[in-house]
Nanobody, 127 residues
Framework: QVQLVESGGGLVQAGGSLRLSCAASGRTFNMDVMGWFRQAPGEEREFVAAISRSSISVYYTNYADSVKGRFTISRDNAKNTMYLQMNSLKPEDTAVYYC?????????????????WGQGTQVTVSS
């Protein structure tokens, strides 16, 4: 049974940093694209970042325009864990952040192309 557990969320002032982790279990994930999405109160879930599967020799990443240059996605296959380093945080980054995995060939930004989701971790950025 696939399980994804996010951690690392919290309260931070604008301009600060947080590092989110997503621990995956239940199978091997080298054939999975892994991604981060977020959902603010009253808003739809939106794409944040994705990283290609580890079965290829070069990682490809994909970022939402709103986080490019501030967020960095990475994965550690030995630990079955994905990370999201978030720098220069803004109040508009406040949301519940979800990790997801899916057996796709490209790091897609489409939520429906992910098969499994975590429960989310709250990130709150104060002004």
């Amino acid at each position: 049974q696939v399980q994804l557990v996010e951690s690392g969320g919290g309260l931070v002032q604008a301009g600060g940093s947080l590092r989110l982790s997503c621990a995956a279990s239940g199978r091997t994930f080298n054939m999975d694209v892994m991604g981060w999405f977020r959902q603010a109160p009253g808003e739809e879930r939106e794409f944040v970042a994705a990283i290609s599967r580890s079965s290829i020799s070069v990682y490809y990443t994909n970022y939402a325009d709103s986080v490019k240059g501030r967020f960095t996605i990475s994965r550690d296959n030995a630990k079955n864990t994905m990370y999201l380093q978030m720098n220069s945080l803004k109040p508009e980054d406040t949301a519940v952040y979800y990790c997801a995995v899916g057996r796709r060939t490209v790091p897609t930004n489409k939520a429906y192309e992910y098969d499994y989701w975590g429960q989310g971790t709250q990130v709150t950025v104060s002004s």
